[in-house]
């Protein structure tokens, strides 16, 4: 058990009653998971305000309220902290709870539209692969070495990344790589955490729903970058022209990699096919398993945070050649000679790389079809433009749903069928039920063509009304190709 004071140390306070040297149990930010001698956190909500929940709080054993508002009537025998910013004091006391795992280890964040997973997934397994002990925290798993412990967000909420680095730490890691996505800057789930270094991979159109303008989410990236202290590193794609904006107010060493301007980490493609990539760099050809070009910033980025953490970058590349990255990115089945791809697009960027590179490739004698929807309760703007690009870039395009969420499907289907000219409409087909979507896609291709099954990648679900159902892209893609090719 820990004491009041010591954990609000570093915390900026306005005002304090009651007795800081109480003993307490836990940080809790849900009232619901409160127990005997909790601290409850009350903080204003997409939904609802934390600040509603004080009272319950208390009957249900909070002694420690943390709160921007204090309650008009104070209760006797509990401490009102009062703070500029909850989530903030949260994040920095969840660090002094668990000792501040992160100053006792390299923590690298990655923040970016697109590529973190991808990013962090791969310097999980190069830094395994020289023999580290390594942490993970991404949007399909968070790791302790080869322990996989599953992942209920992108980046965790504070007291969940806190604890999971503790538990990194007491497994002897020296390293953790985190996604940071723009939500949880936002949220300061991140608060409290010392960063060795900050990624940037790129920023192209998403979550507007919550961020409201493409200003306010650049804002959110770059908030990541203002707050690096003087010895982190800064890494940043200097192809994006947002990379620049990131590095601003940033008092971390300045980093950039890229393939076109020039940079600190550069590679040159020399050839891109379903096989893989060779690139140039440091006028060494060297071959990686990784496929499309986009892949080409994503190894850079990983090459450039392990030399800048102090790794030798010929060995580096080495172990990077032979690495195959995340689940459910550019994932590749082939059966009876139709190849389907399973990949996680879920932006127009994302979507339009993905459809980019595979027509780079192909011969153009095979069909291309892509199966894609788009979430509900998410970013609006993006469903017209990612079918355009599905459509215009497809031989045919089967416009189905992702995780519909709490919306009704064909809602989500209208809206991406606005993005669709009359003319383009010949070649599009709308199938609200995803298994049938794909199921078309097979019956409709022959030996040679290719399938894109997009949005869902290493999902093994499908939300609809609050209720994950199992549904998994690659196992419904192998068990239809497979019945489709043999009779
Ligand atoms: C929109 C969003 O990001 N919401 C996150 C946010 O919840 P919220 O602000 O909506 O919370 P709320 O329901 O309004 O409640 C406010 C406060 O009252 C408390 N409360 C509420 C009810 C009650 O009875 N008692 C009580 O104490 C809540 O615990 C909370 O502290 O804070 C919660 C705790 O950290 C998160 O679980 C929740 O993630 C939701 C589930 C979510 O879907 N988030 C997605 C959008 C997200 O975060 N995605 C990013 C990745 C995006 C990407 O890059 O692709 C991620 O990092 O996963
Ligand atoms: N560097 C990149 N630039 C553009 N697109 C990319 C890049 N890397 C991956 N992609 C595409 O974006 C998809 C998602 O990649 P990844 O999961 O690595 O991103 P993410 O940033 O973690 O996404 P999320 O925000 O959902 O966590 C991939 O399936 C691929 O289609
Ligand atoms: N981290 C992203 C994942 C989107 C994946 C897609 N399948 C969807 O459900 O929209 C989000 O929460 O917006
Ligand atoms: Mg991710």
């Given amino acids: 058990m820990k004491v009041l004071k010591d954990i609000l140390y570093k915390v900026s306070l306005i005002s304090t009653t009651g007795d800081m040297e109480m003993r307490i149990q836990n940080i809790v930010f849900d009232s619901r998971k409160v127990v005997e001698r909790s601290v409850f956190v009350a903080i204003p909500g997409t939904q609802v305000d934390g600040h509603d929940f004080i009272e319950v709080a208390i009957e249900k054993g909070a002694t420690v309220i943390i709160c921007e508002k204090l309650p008009e009537q104070l209760k006797d025998g509990i401490a009102y902290i009062q703070v500029v910013s909850s989530a903030k004091a949260m994040g920095i006391m969840a660090a002094n709870y668990f000792d501040n795992p992160s100053e006792r280890m390299k923590v690298v964040a990655v923040t970016g539209t697109n590529g973190k997973t991808t990013t962090v997934t791969l310097l999980h397994q190069l830094f395994m692969e020289m023999g580290y002990s390594v942490g993970l925290l991404s949007t399909v798993e968070n790791k302790i070495n080869s322990e996989v412990i599953p992942a209920t967000h992108t980046t965790p909420d504070s007291v969940s990344v806190q604890a999971l680095l503790r538990q990194m730490l007491d497994a002897g890691c020296t390293h953790c790589f985190m996604e940071a996505s723009s939500h949880a800057i936002v949220q300061e789930r991140i608060a409290g955490l010392k960063m060795a270094g900050a990624v940037f991979t790129n920023i192209s159109h998403d979550h507007l729903d919550y961020h409201k303008t493409f200003d306010e989410y650049i804002k959110a990236k770059k908030k990541l970058f203002d707050e690096l202290p003087k010895d982190a590193f800064a890494l940043v794609n200097a192809d994006d022209k947002r990379g620049m904006v990131m590095l601003q107010n940033c008092k971390g060493t300045h980093q950039t990699f890229g393939l076109k301007t020039p940079a600190d980490f550069k590679a040159k493609i020399i050839s891109n096919t379903l096989e893989g990539l060779e690139l140039e760099i440091n006028n060494k050809l060297i071959w990686f398993r990784m496929i499309g070009a986009f892949n080409a910033y994503n190894l850079l980025g990983v090459m450039g945070t392990a030399v800048l953490l102090g790794e030798d970058e010929e060995e580096v590349l080495r172990e990077l050649s032979g690495i195959k990255g995340a689940k459910g990115r550019f994932d590749r089945i082939s059966i009876g000679g139709i190849t389907a791809i399973v990949d996680y697009a879920h932006t127009p960027d994302a979507l339009d790389n993905v459809l980019k590179t595979i027509n780079g490739v192909r011969t153009g004698n095979e069909q291309l079809i892509t199966v894609v929807g788009c979430g509900g309760n998410r970013d609006k703007t993006k469903r017209p433009i990612m079918a355009k690009i599905a459509v215009q870039e497809s031989d045919k395009a089967i416009l189905t749903s992702d995780n519909p969420r709490f919306e009704k499907p064909m809602d989500i289907l209208k809206d991406m ?36 099954v997009a949005g869902k990648g290493h999902e093994d679900y499908q939300e609809i009304e609050g209720v994950k159902h199992h549904f998994d892209d690659a196992e419904v893609v192998k068990e239809l190709l497979t019945q489709f090719t043999q009779s």
């Fill in 417 to 452: 069928l606005e993005g669709v000219s009359p003319t383009e409409l010949r070649k599009t087909l709308t199938i609200e039920d995803r298994k049938e979507a794909i199921k078309t896609a097979c019956m409709l291709s022959n030996k040679g063509d290719i399938i894109l």
